[in-house]
Protein backbone atom coordinates (compact mmCIF):
# COMPACT_ATOMS: atom_id res chain seq x y z
CA UNK A 1 0.00 0.00 0.00
CA UNK A 2 1.35 3.48 -0.33
CA UNK A 3 1.75 5.69 2.93
CA UNK A 4 -0.28 8.76 1.94
CA UNK A 5 -2.80 10.22 4.13
CA UNK A 6 -4.02 12.07 1.35
CA UNK A 7 -4.93 9.35 -0.96
CA UNK A 8 -6.65 8.15 1.84
CA UNK A 9 -8.51 11.08 2.71
CA UNK A 10 -9.43 11.67 -1.19
CA UNK A 11 -10.90 8.21 -1.17
CA UNK A 12 -13.00 9.25 1.74
CA UNK A 13 -11.06 6.85 3.74
CA UNK A 14 -10.33 7.19 7.76
CA UNK A 15 -6.90 8.95 8.62
CA UNK A 16 -6.03 5.16 10.00
CA UNK A 17 -4.79 7.02 13.55
CA UNK A 18 -5.79 5.87 16.55
CA UNK A 19 -7.76 8.40 18.94
CA UNK A 20 -6.31 9.56 22.03
CA UNK A 21 -9.79 10.03 22.44
CA UNK A 22 -10.19 6.50 22.53
CA UNK A 23 -8.77 5.89 26.18
CA UNK A 24 -11.42 7.90 27.87
CA UNK A 25 -14.75 8.04 27.46
CA UNK A 26 -15.54 10.68 25.22
CA UNK A 27 -19.18 11.46 26.77
CA UNK A 28 -16.90 13.83 29.57
CA UNK A 29 -16.68 16.12 26.71
CA UNK A 30 -20.16 17.93 25.75
CA UNK A 31 -20.71 17.74 21.94
CA UNK A 32 -20.72 21.03 19.96
CA UNK A 33 -24.20 21.56 17.93
CA UNK A 34 -23.52 21.39 14.58
CA UNK A 35 -22.61 24.81 12.84
CA UNK A 36 -24.69 25.55 10.20
CA UNK A 37 -21.04 26.82 8.30
CA UNK A 38 -20.31 23.77 8.74
CA UNK A 39 -23.73 21.47 7.45
CA UNK A 40 -24.86 23.65 4.73
CA UNK A 41 -22.17 21.94 2.12
CA UNK A 42 -20.15 18.42 1.37
CA UNK A 43 -17.92 17.16 -1.00
CA UNK A 44 -18.42 13.67 -2.53
CA UNK A 45 -16.29 10.95 -3.00
CA UNK A 46 -17.45 8.12 -4.99
CA UNK A 47 -15.58 4.51 -5.18
CA UNK A 48 -15.72 2.22 -7.87
CA UNK A 49 -14.07 -0.74 -6.26
CA UNK A 50 -13.35 -2.52 -9.88
CA UNK A 51 -9.93 -3.59 -11.35
CA UNK A 52 -8.79 -5.58 -13.72
CA UNK A 53 -5.75 -6.94 -11.71
CA UNK A 54 -4.50 -6.39 -8.54
CA UNK A 55 -1.07 -4.82 -7.99
CA UNK A 56 2.02 -6.15 -6.17
CA UNK A 57 1.75 -3.60 -3.33
CA UNK A 58 -2.36 -2.66 -3.06
CA UNK A 59 -4.23 -3.56 -0.41
CA UNK A 60 -6.70 -0.88 -1.21
CA UNK A 61 -10.66 -1.88 -1.12
CA UNK A 62 -10.91 -3.02 -4.88
CA UNK A 63 -12.14 -6.45 -6.37
CA UNK A 64 -11.53 -8.59 -9.59
CA UNK A 65 -15.23 -8.28 -11.21
CA UNK A 66 -16.18 -11.97 -12.15
CA UNK A 67 -19.47 -10.62 -14.87
CA UNK A 68 -20.03 -7.62 -15.66
CA UNK A 69 -22.04 -5.68 -13.78
CA UNK A 70 -21.81 -1.94 -14.96
CA UNK A 71 -25.20 -1.04 -14.96
CA UNK A 72 -26.55 -2.67 -11.75
CA UNK A 73 -23.40 -0.74 -10.03
CA UNK A 74 -23.93 2.33 -11.54
CA UNK A 75 -27.46 2.26 -10.56
CA UNK A 76 -26.72 1.87 -7.07
CA UNK A 77 -24.19 4.24 -6.92
CA UNK A 78 -26.96 6.90 -8.51
CA UNK A 79 -29.52 5.21 -5.81
CA UNK A 80 -26.89 5.66 -2.97
CA UNK A 81 -26.24 9.33 -3.51
CA UNK A 82 -29.28 10.22 -3.44
CA UNK A 83 -30.25 8.87 -0.18
CA UNK A 84 -27.21 9.87 1.68
CA UNK A 85 -27.47 13.59 -0.07
CA UNK A 86 -30.78 13.42 1.11
CA UNK A 87 -29.69 12.00 4.72
CA UNK A 88 -27.21 15.14 5.18
CA UNK A 89 -29.66 17.85 3.57
CA UNK A 90 -26.58 19.80 2.13
CA UNK A 91 -27.63 22.13 -0.17
CA UNK A 92 -24.64 22.27 -2.14
CA UNK A 93 -21.70 19.93 -3.61
CA UNK A 94 -18.75 21.83 -3.71
CA UNK A 95 -17.01 19.25 -5.26
CA UNK A 96 -16.69 15.33 -6.72
CA UNK A 97 -13.91 12.61 -6.72
CA UNK A 98 -14.32 9.70 -8.60
CA UNK A 99 -11.83 7.04 -7.38
CA UNK A 100 -11.03 2.89 -6.89
CA UNK A 101 -10.50 0.45 -7.66
CA UNK A 102 -9.62 1.72 -11.47
CA UNK A 103 -12.70 4.14 -12.38
CA UNK A 104 -11.86 4.67 -15.31
CA UNK A 105 -13.55 1.39 -16.05
CA UNK A 106 -16.56 2.76 -15.02
CA UNK A 107 -18.72 4.07 -18.62
CA UNK A 108 -18.68 7.43 -19.25
CA UNK A 109 -22.29 7.72 -18.85
CA UNK A 110 -22.06 6.30 -15.41
CA UNK A 111 -20.34 9.10 -14.79
CA UNK A 112 -22.86 11.73 -16.41
CA UNK A 113 -25.86 9.52 -14.28
CA UNK A 114 -24.42 10.18 -11.20
CA UNK A 115 -23.54 13.59 -11.58
CA UNK A 116 -26.81 14.27 -12.49
CA UNK A 117 -28.32 12.33 -9.14
CA UNK A 118 -26.64 14.94 -7.36
CA UNK A 119 -27.54 18.07 -9.15
CA UNK A 120 -30.80 17.11 -8.83
CA UNK A 121 -30.32 16.80 -4.66
CA UNK A 122 -28.51 20.02 -4.22
CA UNK A 123 -26.52 22.59 -6.24
CA UNK A 124 -23.49 21.46 -8.35
CA UNK A 125 -22.28 24.75 -9.72
CA UNK A 126 -20.95 24.63 -13.07
CA UNK A 127 -17.34 25.20 -11.80
CA UNK A 128 -17.28 22.47 -9.40
CA UNK A 129 -14.21 20.57 -9.28
CA UNK A 130 -14.89 17.28 -10.61
CA UNK A 131 -11.87 14.68 -10.77
CA UNK A 132 -11.33 11.28 -11.93
CA UNK A 133 -8.57 8.61 -11.64
CA UNK A 134 -7.37 7.28 -14.22
CA UNK A 135 -5.07 4.19 -15.11
CA UNK A 136 -3.14 5.51 -17.80
CA UNK A 137 -4.13 2.61 -20.29
CA UNK A 138 -5.12 2.91 -24.09
CA UNK A 139 -8.34 1.87 -23.43
CA UNK A 140 -8.53 4.35 -20.49
CA UNK A 141 -7.11 6.87 -22.88
CA UNK A 142 -9.90 6.58 -25.42
CA UNK A 143 -12.46 7.32 -22.93
CA UNK A 144 -10.91 10.66 -21.80
CA UNK A 145 -13.23 12.74 -24.12
CA UNK A 146 -16.27 11.04 -22.82
CA UNK A 147 -15.29 11.70 -19.86
CA UNK A 148 -14.58 14.95 -19.91
CA UNK A 149 -18.34 15.80 -21.54
CA UNK A 150 -19.96 14.23 -19.12
CA UNK A 151 -18.54 16.41 -16.43
CA UNK A 152 -15.03 15.53 -15.54
CA UNK A 153 -13.28 18.66 -14.97
CA UNK A 154 -9.55 17.04 -13.69
CA UNK A 155 -8.18 13.93 -14.25
CA UNK A 156 -6.09 12.24 -11.71
CA UNK A 157 -3.65 10.46 -13.57
CA UNK A 158 -1.68 6.99 -11.80
CA UNK A 159 1.41 6.88 -13.58
CA UNK A 160 3.80 5.87 -10.81
CA UNK A 161 7.13 5.33 -12.85
CA UNK A 162 8.12 5.92 -16.03
CA UNK A 163 10.43 2.88 -15.39
CA UNK A 164 8.51 0.31 -17.76
CA UNK A 165 10.36 -2.66 -15.53
CA UNK A 166 9.44 -0.92 -12.83
CA UNK A 167 6.13 -0.74 -13.57
CA UNK A 168 6.38 -4.42 -14.68
CA UNK A 169 7.80 -5.52 -10.65
CA UNK A 170 4.52 -3.15 -9.09
CA UNK A 171 2.25 -5.49 -11.51
CA UNK A 172 0.99 -2.29 -13.43
CA UNK A 173 -0.75 -2.61 -17.06
CA UNK A 174 0.38 0.22 -18.73
CA UNK A 175 3.69 1.01 -19.87
CA UNK A 176 5.94 4.26 -19.53
CA UNK A 177 4.82 5.07 -23.14
CA UNK A 178 1.14 4.88 -22.77
CA UNK A 179 1.13 7.12 -19.36
CA UNK A 180 2.67 9.26 -21.36
CA UNK A 181 -0.05 9.28 -23.98
CA UNK A 182 -2.49 9.46 -21.72
CA UNK A 183 -0.97 12.43 -19.83
CA UNK A 184 -0.68 14.15 -23.07
CA UNK A 185 -4.54 13.38 -23.94
CA UNK A 186 -5.83 14.63 -20.97
CA UNK A 187 -3.74 17.97 -20.93
CA UNK A 188 -5.14 18.65 -23.96
CA UNK A 189 -8.96 17.99 -22.97
CA UNK A 190 -8.37 19.77 -19.50
CA UNK A 191 -5.30 22.16 -19.38
CA UNK A 192 -4.03 23.13 -15.99
CA UNK A 193 -6.45 20.46 -14.57
CA UNK A 194 -4.25 17.11 -15.00
CA UNK A 195 -2.66 15.47 -11.45
CA UNK A 196 0.16 13.39 -11.89
CA UNK A 197 0.85 10.72 -9.39
CA UNK A 198 4.12 9.32 -8.57
CA UNK A 199 5.88 6.58 -6.61
CA UNK A 200 8.83 6.88 -4.48
CA UNK A 201 10.52 4.35 -2.56
CA UNK A 202 10.28 1.51 -5.00
CA UNK A 203 12.32 -1.57 -4.72
CA UNK A 204 16.04 -1.06 -5.86
CA UNK A 205 15.02 2.47 -6.32
CA UNK A 206 18.28 5.32 -5.48
CA UNK A 207 18.09 8.43 -5.17
CA UNK A 208 19.69 9.40 -8.40
CA UNK A 209 17.79 7.40 -10.49
CA UNK A 210 14.35 8.68 -8.45
CA UNK A 211 15.68 12.99 -9.06
CA UNK A 212 16.03 12.22 -13.30
CA UNK A 213 12.83 10.18 -13.37
CA UNK A 214 11.26 12.63 -11.27
CA UNK A 215 13.04 15.69 -13.63
CA UNK A 216 11.94 13.50 -16.86
CA UNK A 217 8.45 13.52 -15.48
CA UNK A 218 8.43 17.32 -15.01
CA UNK A 219 9.35 17.93 -18.47
CA UNK A 220 6.00 16.78 -19.38
CA UNK A 221 3.63 17.10 -16.49
CA UNK A 222 0.72 19.90 -15.48
CA UNK A 223 0.37 21.97 -12.71
CA UNK A 224 -0.41 19.12 -10.24
CA UNK A 225 1.88 16.33 -8.36
CA UNK A 226 1.00 14.26 -5.79
CA UNK A 227 3.80 12.16 -4.21
CA UNK A 228 3.47 8.43 -3.00
CA UNK A 229 5.79 6.81 -0.78
CA UNK A 230 5.54 2.91 -1.20
CA UNK A 231 5.33 0.81 1.82
CA UNK A 232 4.79 -3.00 2.88
CA UNK A 233 1.61 -4.03 3.68
CA UNK A 234 1.23 -7.70 4.94
CA UNK A 235 -0.92 -9.50 2.57
CA UNK A 236 0.62 -8.20 -0.68
CA UNK A 237 2.44 -9.89 -3.23
CA UNK A 238 5.14 -7.27 -2.51
CA UNK A 239 5.23 -8.39 1.08
CA UNK A 240 5.55 -11.62 0.07
CA UNK A 241 8.38 -10.93 -2.16
CA UNK A 242 10.57 -8.83 0.06
CA UNK A 243 9.86 -11.42 3.25
CA UNK A 244 11.29 -14.20 0.93
CA UNK A 245 14.45 -11.72 -0.05
CA UNK A 246 13.28 -11.87 -4.13
CA UNK A 247 13.15 -8.31 -3.85
CA UNK A 248 15.35 -5.31 -1.72
CA UNK A 249 13.56 -2.43 -0.79
CA UNK A 250 15.23 1.45 0.09
CA UNK A 251 15.80 2.18 3.76
CA UNK A 252 14.29 4.45 5.73
CA UNK A 253 17.02 6.90 5.26
CA UNK A 254 17.18 6.73 1.65
CA UNK A 255 13.38 7.23 1.57
CA UNK A 256 13.43 10.50 3.67
CA UNK A 257 16.58 11.51 1.26
CA UNK A 258 14.26 10.74 -1.72
CA UNK A 259 11.44 12.81 -0.37
CA UNK A 260 13.24 16.15 0.54
CA UNK A 261 15.02 15.07 -3.14
CA UNK A 262 11.72 15.78 -4.77
CA UNK A 263 10.06 18.85 -2.43
CA UNK A 264 13.68 20.93 -3.59
CA UNK A 265 13.14 19.65 -7.42
CA UNK A 266 9.58 20.42 -7.61
CA UNK A 267 10.51 23.83 -5.56
CA UNK A 268 13.25 24.51 -8.62
CA UNK A 269 10.54 23.70 -11.15
CA UNK A 270 8.12 26.27 -10.03
CA UNK A 271 5.74 24.23 -8.05
CA UNK A 272 4.45 25.22 -4.49
CA UNK A 273 4.07 22.86 -1.93
CA UNK A 274 0.60 23.19 -0.05
CA UNK A 275 0.39 19.93 1.67
CA UNK A 276 2.78 17.13 2.96
CA UNK A 277 2.67 15.34 -0.09
CA UNK A 278 0.83 17.85 -2.68
CA UNK A 279 2.30 20.14 -4.86
CA UNK A 280 0.88 22.67 -7.20
CA UNK A 281 1.68 26.09 -9.60
CA UNK A 282 -0.75 28.05 -11.46
CA UNK A 283 -2.86 27.83 -8.59
CA UNK A 284 -4.11 24.25 -9.19
CA UNK A 285 -4.53 22.60 -6.34
CA UNK A 286 -7.11 20.18 -5.32
CA UNK A 287 -10.21 21.71 -4.33
CA UNK A 288 -11.47 18.28 -3.15
CA UNK A 289 -8.50 17.25 -1.22
CA UNK A 290 -8.13 20.76 0.38
CA UNK A 291 -11.92 20.46 1.58
CA UNK A 292 -10.81 17.25 3.45
CA UNK A 293 -7.77 18.77 4.97
CA UNK A 294 -9.62 21.70 6.38
CA UNK A 295 -12.19 19.47 7.93
CA UNK A 296 -15.19 19.74 5.87
CA UNK A 297 -18.20 17.67 5.37
CA UNK A 298 -17.84 14.61 3.04
CA UNK A 299 -19.95 11.87 1.64
CA UNK A 300 -18.72 8.93 0.44
CA UNK A 301 -20.78 6.42 -1.81
CA UNK A 302 -19.65 2.90 -3.03
CA UNK A 303 -18.55 0.31 -1.39
CA UNK A 304 -15.94 0.65 1.61
CA UNK A 305 -16.31 5.07 1.33
CA UNK A 306 -16.01 6.74 4.51
CA UNK A 307 -18.01 9.80 5.18
CA UNK A 308 -17.89 12.42 7.81
CA UNK A 309 -21.15 14.16 7.88
CA UNK A 310 -24.41 15.21 10.30
CA UNK A 311 -27.38 13.46 9.15
CA UNK A 312 -30.20 16.19 9.25
CA UNK A 313 -32.47 14.47 7.68
CA UNK A 314 -32.72 12.22 10.85
CA UNK A 315 -32.80 15.03 13.14
CA UNK A 316 -28.94 14.73 13.80
CA UNK A 317 -27.19 17.29 15.56
CA UNK A 318 -23.38 15.95 15.56
CA UNK A 319 -21.15 14.84 12.83
CA UNK A 320 -20.42 11.06 12.56
CA UNK A 321 -18.02 9.00 10.80
CA UNK A 322 -19.52 6.12 8.43
CA UNK A 323 -18.36 3.12 6.63
CA UNK A 324 -20.02 1.95 3.72
CA UNK A 325 -20.09 -2.32 2.94
CA UNK A 326 -16.59 -2.70 1.81
CA UNK A 327 -18.12 -6.74 -0.40
CA UNK A 328 -19.52 -4.97 -3.66
CA UNK A 329 -21.86 -7.57 -4.17
CA UNK A 330 -23.37 -7.24 -0.32
CA UNK A 331 -23.34 -3.46 -0.65
CA UNK A 332 -25.47 -3.85 -3.78
CA UNK A 333 -27.75 -5.96 -1.89
CA UNK A 334 -27.74 -3.37 1.05
CA UNK A 335 -28.43 -0.46 -1.54
CA UNK A 336 -31.22 -2.41 -3.57
CA UNK A 337 -32.78 -2.91 -0.46
CA UNK A 338 -32.73 0.18 1.70
CA UNK A 339 -31.29 2.56 -1.01
CA UNK A 340 -28.08 2.81 1.17
CA UNK A 341 -24.80 0.36 2.38
CA UNK A 342 -23.57 1.96 5.44
CA UNK A 343 -22.25 -0.67 7.78
CA UNK A 344 -20.77 1.47 10.41
CA UNK A 345 -21.85 4.84 11.82
CA UNK A 346 -20.25 6.60 14.67
CA UNK A 347 -20.70 9.85 16.86
CA UNK A 348 -18.23 11.85 17.20
CA UNK A 349 -17.37 14.04 19.97
CA UNK A 350 -16.14 16.99 20.51
CA UNK A 351 -12.57 16.07 21.26
CA UNK A 352 -12.40 13.11 18.66
CA UNK A 353 -13.41 16.41 15.89
CA UNK A 354 -10.75 18.06 17.24
CA UNK A 355 -8.19 15.65 16.64
CA UNK A 356 -8.76 15.33 13.18
CA UNK A 357 -9.27 18.58 12.47
CA UNK A 358 -6.12 18.80 13.86
CA UNK A 359 -4.25 15.53 11.94
CA UNK A 360 -5.24 16.89 8.86
CA UNK A 361 -5.36 20.35 8.78
CA UNK A 362 -1.28 20.51 9.98
CA UNK A 363 -0.96 18.26 6.80
CA UNK A 364 -1.06 21.57 5.11
CA UNK A 365 2.04 24.19 4.85
CA UNK A 366 -0.80 26.86 5.73
CA UNK A 367 -1.45 24.85 8.66
CA UNK A 368 -4.90 25.88 10.99
CA UNK A 369 -5.55 29.66 11.45
CA UNK A 370 -7.12 30.84 14.22
CA UNK A 371 -10.68 31.52 12.57
CA UNK A 372 -11.02 28.21 11.55
CA UNK A 373 -10.11 26.73 14.76
CA UNK A 374 -12.21 28.62 16.20
CA UNK A 375 -15.68 27.21 14.24
CA UNK A 376 -14.24 24.05 15.47
CA UNK A 377 -13.27 24.82 19.14
CA UNK A 378 -14.40 28.00 20.62
CA UNK A 379 -13.90 27.62 23.88
CA UNK A 380 -10.00 26.81 23.63
CA UNK A 381 -7.65 29.16 21.13
CA UNK A 382 -4.52 27.19 19.71
CA UNK A 383 -2.97 29.24 22.13
CA UNK A 384 -4.76 27.83 24.78
CA UNK A 385 -3.89 24.69 24.32
CA UNK A 386 -0.75 25.04 22.76
CA UNK A 387 1.10 27.97 24.04
CA UNK A 388 1.90 27.09 27.51
CA UNK A 389 3.16 23.43 26.88
CA UNK A 390 6.84 22.91 27.13
CA UNK A 391 7.28 20.17 25.11
CA UNK A 392 5.14 22.70 21.94
CA UNK A 393 7.98 25.36 23.20
CA UNK A 394 10.62 23.02 21.79
CA UNK A 395 9.25 21.95 18.70
CA UNK A 396 9.10 26.50 18.68
CA UNK A 397 12.27 26.21 19.20
CA UNK A 398 13.58 23.97 17.32
CA UNK A 399 12.14 25.84 14.50
CA UNK A 400 9.81 22.50 13.55
CA UNK A 401 6.76 24.15 14.14
CA UNK A 402 5.38 27.97 14.51
CA UNK A 403 2.98 29.66 16.44
CA UNK A 404 2.21 33.13 15.76
CA UNK A 405 -0.66 35.61 14.65
CA UNK A 406 -1.52 33.61 11.56
CA UNK A 407 -1.85 30.31 13.68
CA UNK A 408 -0.59 26.97 14.30
CA UNK A 409 1.64 24.87 11.53
CA UNK A 410 4.85 23.08 10.53
CA UNK A 411 8.04 24.77 9.20
CA UNK A 412 9.59 23.21 5.88
CA UNK A 413 11.62 21.16 8.10
CA UNK A 414 8.93 20.63 10.40
CA UNK A 415 6.71 19.20 7.73
CA UNK A 416 9.07 16.23 6.90
CA UNK A 417 8.59 14.94 10.88
CA UNK A 418 5.12 15.46 10.84
CA UNK A 419 4.40 12.00 11.81
CA UNK A 420 6.70 12.71 15.13
CA UNK A 421 5.13 16.24 15.62
CA UNK A 422 1.54 15.28 15.74
CA UNK A 423 0.91 12.55 18.84
CA UNK A 424 2.62 15.22 20.37
CA UNK A 425 0.06 17.49 19.60
CA UNK A 426 -2.77 15.41 20.29
CA UNK A 427 -1.28 14.64 23.50
CA UNK A 428 -1.12 18.38 24.21
CA UNK A 429 -4.38 18.95 23.48
CA UNK A 430 -6.09 15.85 25.14
CA UNK A 431 -4.17 16.97 28.22
CA UNK A 432 -5.77 20.76 27.82
CA UNK A 433 -9.31 19.39 27.04
CA UNK A 434 -9.27 16.97 30.26
CA UNK A 435 -7.05 18.75 32.88
CA UNK A 436 -8.23 16.72 35.77
CA UNK A 437 -7.54 13.27 34.35
CA UNK A 438 -3.94 14.34 32.94
CA UNK A 439 -2.85 15.53 36.26
Known amino acids: MIKHISRAARRGFSPGLRRLSDLRASEH ?14 SLYVHWPYCLRRCTYCNFNKYIPKENNDDVMAKCLQTET ?22 SLAPPSTIAKILETVSKQANLSDDAEVTLEVNPTP ?54 GVSVDIMFGRPEQTTESWRRELSEMLRVCDDHVSLYQLTLERGTRLFKQVHCGQVTMPTEEMTAEMYQCARETLQQHGFQQYEVSNFAKNNSESRHNVSYWKGEQYIGVGPGAHGRFVPLGEGGIAREAR ?10 QEVQQRGHGTRRRIRLGHLELLEEVLVMGMRM ?61 LVEMDKQIFPKAAS
Open 82 to 103: ETLLQLSQVSCVTSVFFGGGTP
Open 29 to 42: VPESPASPRLTEQA
Open 365 to 425: TKGINHKHWEVFSPELSLHEIFGASPVVQELLQSGHLILDDRGLRCSWDGLALLDSILPVL
Open 139 to 192: VAMSKLKDYHHAGVSRFSIGVQSLQNEDLKSLGRDHSALEALQTLGEARRLCPG
Open 323 to 332: TQTLEPDVWI
